[in-house]
C-alpha cells in the first residue's frame, strides 16, 4: 500500500516528536525528530514521512501526498487527539477510500475509545506499532495481525490479541535515512543541543517506574531492550557520512545510562569516532562511569530531577535520593559534562515550601539550563489512575489551552492548581535573573557569535512565553 506517516499540523510551534515526554508548546520553541514515525517508515518500502509542525506545513500543503495515498499513519497524543481526529476526518474527505491509522500512547491505552469519537480511523495499533504498521502496509488481512483494534466491515470495533514485545532490536532498521529522505534536519533544535543536530534510540523501555512518565507505562515497558554496539555505531557513520554538517547526536533512550557497562562500552566506541553526543540521564550515575563518558565525547546529558523534596521523589518512585542527585551534579560540574535539568511542580505531595525546597535545589545544582513543567497525568500512567481515585483533577483533565500552552490540571485541598501554575513562572525568574547566571549567559554568547544569535531568539520566546503566561 502506498503508505504515508504523519504528524499532523498542529497550533504553531506544536513538539510531538519522540522526546516530547509533555506534547506542547514550550518556553523556547523547539522540535525533536519524529522518530516513532520514522522508524515504520523506515520498514515500509517506498513510504513517506511528513512531520507537519517544525516544517510549518498546513492542510493545504500536505492535500497532494493525501491524495496519492492508500494508507496514511498518523502519531497521535492527549493533548493532539483532537486535532488529530480533525485531520482524519478532512483525510476522509479528500480521499476516501484511504485508510487511516492511530498510532501513539493515546490510542495505545484508550483504543476503543478512540472510535467513538469519529467514524474517521479505520484503526488504532497499539503498544510497539514497528512491525504492525508493516504487515498493515503490506496487505495482510487486519483479522490475523495482532496489536491492533480496528472497524470491521460491518461496522464492529474488534480487538486483536497483543503483539509480542521486539526483543531483538538489530531487527529494526536505522531512522536517519528517513530523515535524509523526508525531513529538514535544520527545522530540528533545542535550546540545550547543538545546532543541527540528530537523535534516535539505541533501545526501548526504562526499568524506573516513575508514576508521571508516560512512554514506559504505555508503549515501551520497564524492560530497557538494546540494540548491539555495532548497530549503533553503523549508524552514527552513516551520520557522520550522509549528515556532515550534524555538530551533536543526542541519544533518546528513555535513560542511556542505566546500562552502566554499555553505556561504557558505547562510549569508547563513539570516542573512536570523534562524536559529540549527548543522552538522558538518571542523576545518580557513578563518576567513574562519567569519566569514561566524558573522555569519550559526551557534551551533554538531560536529567530529570523533578524536585528537590525527597518525599515527592519517594510519592513518585523516582528511586533517587536528593543527596545523590547532588553529588552526581557537583560531579558533572568539576568534570565539565553540560546539564540540562528538568523539573515538574504539582506533583503528589507538593506544598508551597516543597516548591520552594525545589528552587533552592536547583540553585544548588545549577543546571546550565532547566525546563520546568507542570504535573501532567496522560491516561495510562500511575498518576492519572492516582488523581481520578482520589478527585485531584481541576473542573476539567484537559492539559494543555487550544493554543498549546500546558495548563495545571491537578488541584489539592492544600495547594491549588492557579498557584502551581504560577509557581513555574516564579520558578523560571528566580533560577534564571541571578547575576551568576546571566553572566554565564552572557560570557557564552561573548565566545560565540551563533550561540549569541541562538540566546537572542530563544530570550524574545523566554519573554513572550512570560508574558503569555501573565495574560492567561
Not at 506544536?14 to 525533536?32: H, I, L, N, P, T
Not at 534510540?201 to 516513575?210: D, I, L, V
Not at 535573573?433 to 523566554?462: C, H, N, W
Request: net charge neutral; aromatic share 12%.
Amino acid at each position: 500500500m502506498r503508505t504515508l506517516f504523519l504528524q499532523a499540523p498542529s497550533f504553531d510551534g506544536y513538539d510531538g516528536g519522540a522526546g516530547a515526554r509533555y506534547q506542547m508548546k514550550r518556553e523556547v520553541r523547539s522540535f525533536w525528530y519524529p522518530t516513532w514515525l520514522a522508524q515504520p517508515a523506515a520498514l515500509v518500502e517506498g513510504s513517506k514521512l511528513i512531520d507537519a509542525p517544525p516544517h510549518d506545513l498546513s492542510f493545504k500543503d500536505i492535500e497532494g501526498d493525501i491524495r496519492s495515498k492508500d494508507l496514511i499513519i498518523l502519531h497521535t497524543s492527549t493533548p493532539s487527539f483532537r486535532q488529530d481526529v480533525k485531520t482524519a476526518e478532512m483525510i476522509k474527505d479528500v480521499n476516501p477510500t484511504a485508510k487511516v491509522g492511530f498510532i501513539g500512547a493515546k490510542v495505545a491505552v484508550e483504543p476503543e475509545k478512540a472510535f467513538s469519537e469519529t467514524s474517521a480511523i479505520d484503526f488504532v495499533a497499539r503498544n510497539e506499532f514497528d512491525f504492525t504498521i508493516k504487515e498493515i502496509a503490506d496487505g495482510r488481512d487486519w483479522a490475523n495481525v495482532k496489536g491492533i483494534t480496528y472497524r470491521n466491515k460491518e461496522g464492529v470495533v474488534v480487538r486483536n490479541d497483543d503483539r509480542e514485545v521486539l526483543h531483538n532490536m538489530d531487527l529494526l532498521p536505522f531512522v536517519t535515512p528517513v530523515y535524509k529522505r523526508d525531513l529538514d534536519i535544520n527545522k530540528y533544535f533545542g535550546g540545550y543541543l547543538k545546532h543541527p543536530y540528530i537523535s534516535f534510540y539505541t533501545g526501548r523501555g526504562c526499568k524506573s517506574r516513575c508514576t508521571f512518565c508516560l512512554w514506559p507505562q504505555t508503549v515501551g515497558g520497564h524492560n530497557y531492550r538494546v540494540r548491539s554496539i555495532e548497530h549503533v555505531i553503523e549508524e552514527v557513520k552513516y551520520v557522520q557520512r550522509e549528515f556532515p554538517q550534524v555538530k551533536e547526536i543526542f541519544f533518546d533512550d528513555d535513560t542511556l545510562t542505566d546500562n552502566l557497562p554499555r553505556v561504557e562500552a558505547l562510549a569508547k566506541e563513539l570516542g573512536k569516532l570523534g562524536v559529540v553526543w549527548s543522552c538522558n540521564a538518571k542523576a545518580n550515575v557513578p563518576r567513574a562511569t562519567l569519566e569514561v563518558l566524558k573522555d569519550n565525547g559526551l557534551r551533554l546529558l538531560l536529567v530529570g530531577y523533578e524536585s528537590g523534596n525527597q518525599q515527592i521523589l519517594h510519592n513518585i518512585k523516582k528511586g533517587l535520593r536528593v543527596d545523590v542527585a547532588k553529588r552526581f551534579s557537583k560531579d558533572c560540574r568539576e568534570l565539565g559534562i553540560v546539564i540540562h535539568g528538568t523539573f515538574i511542580l504539582g506533583l503528589p505531595g507538593e506544598t508551597r515550601e516543597t516548591i520552594q525546597e525545589t528552587l533552592a535545589f536547583a540553585k544548588e545544582v545549577n543546571p546550565h539550563t532547566i525546563q520546568v513543567s507542570l504535573a501532567a497525568p496522560y491516561p495510562g500512567t500511575f498518576l492519572y489512575n492516582q488523581a481520578k481515585e482520589n478527585g485531584w483533577f481541576a473542573e476539567e483533565t484537559a492539559l494543555l489551552t487550544d493554543d498549546g500552552r500546558q495548563i495545571a490540571p491537578l488541584n489539592y485541598p492544600h495547594l491549588g492548581h492557579t498557584e502551581i501554575f504560577d509557581s513555574v513562572e516564579d520558578f523560571y525568574k528566580k533560577f534564571y535573573f541571578r547575576p551568576s547566571k546571566i553572566a554565564s549567559i552572557v560570557g557564552e554568547m561573548i565566545t560565540s557569535p551563533e550561540m549569541m544569535k541562538r540566546r537572542l531568539r530563544e530570550g524574545v520566546e523566554f519573554f513572550q512565553f512570560l508574558r503569555n503566561r501573565e495574560e492567561a
